[in-house]
């Protein structure tokens, strides 16, 4: 038997998911939103966690950290999750938070199933078409710093604010907008904006 | 028989939502993403069409008018719009396309299919838990102008592209921007678009 943490916002889609993925015999499934994901993970104690890359509380990056916590003294959760391959940061990040499953939401939901088995036995399952993704995930021009800028653009900060968040002088986070609109092709800062989160790198 | 047109933008979803609506008798159940969404309701002519309000082709509001061709030359199929009570541009953009039922995403699935024959009949059908987003919605602080001017800067255009696009004067674009950015209650362009997008509006 599978146990198996489905993590969705949406309810109704979750619940209809959910409720889908229950007619296999061997997986027994439980289902929570991405803001209860973490003490569900502790209490429950999956074996695989099912994830959404979208979340609603966040226009961006979901916290898929909080599905594998370090410091629960048994293995963390397998991590299978729902991408497409039009946002390859989030595949990034999925990556680099130890996904073993990647599923294309744009595929047939059989996948997911499979992914899951495959996930629970320590095994990597990669959808072919998420392939394209993965490449462009390996090509996000900007570094770390210039993606912690951007992120305290996009929320709203002015010049002075990301300075006085990040220790910087205001002359030194213009100089990182000025590379970061240059290194995405972007027409200005909002563009820049623009252009990283379609990509899934905010 | 209601024929019922499913309109969503991950095909994994979609597929299990069309699944889990074909166990009721009465519903004969057909779907596809939004980008096919205007053809197959020409060709198939359902009933009702139930559409998320998040299609990911767009990071804004989908075609609604798609889903209701004026020129058809028989009645258009009645809409059902899956929404969030977050979004209340969103649910707006559903009333002014005539929309009749109105199901939160954070509800039961059986709503979905509660709404869909109450459309069937041409009736209205509004989840309670929308209210507070209806409320929101009367609340748009903008006009449609400065709409305008603002999803052109969300598309990441300059003050002069804006200018350009809309035959306004540069200083006229500007007053348009310091509007928004008060009456949004921002702090600056890129936290009136933050704003806007989160609220639906664009």
Redesign the interface.
């Known amino acids: 038997m599978i146990r198996v943490l489905l993590v969705h916002d ?4 979750r ?3 959910a ?2 993925l229950r007619r296999e015999p061997d997986l027994r499934v439980d289902d929570t939103p991405w803001h209860n994901a973490r003490g569900r993970v502790r209490a429950d104690r999956p074996d695989v966690c099912a994830a959404d890359l979208d979340s ?1 509380g966040t ?1 961006g990056v979901p916290p898929l950290a909080d599905l594998r916590p370090p410091d629960t003294g048994n293995p963390p959760p397998r991590l299978v999750v ?1 991408a ?1 391959a ?1 946002r390859p940061g989030l595949l990034k990040r999925a990556a680099e938070a130890g996904a073993l499953g990647y ?7 059989e ?2 199933v499979e992914a899951i088995r495959r996930a629970a036995e320590g095994e990597r399952f990669v959808d072919d078409s998420l392939g394209f993704g993965f490449l462009r995930a390996a090509e996000i021009p900007l570094t770390r710093r210039e993606l912690s800028v951007l992120e305290l ?6 010049i002075a ?1 990301i300075a006085g968040s990040l220790h910087l002088s205001n002359g030194t986070v213009r100089n990182y907008m000025a590379a970061i609109t240059r290194k995405t092709g ?6 820049a ?3 990283s ?2 990509e899934g790198w905010l």
Do not use: F, T, Y
């Open positions: 949406a309810c109704l889609v619940s209809v998911l409720e889908w609603s226009h729902l497409g039009n599923v294309d939401k744009e595929g047939a939901p996948r997911l653009a996009a929320g709203g900060a002015s604010e972007a027409r200005n800062r909002v563009d904006i623009r252009i989160q379609g």
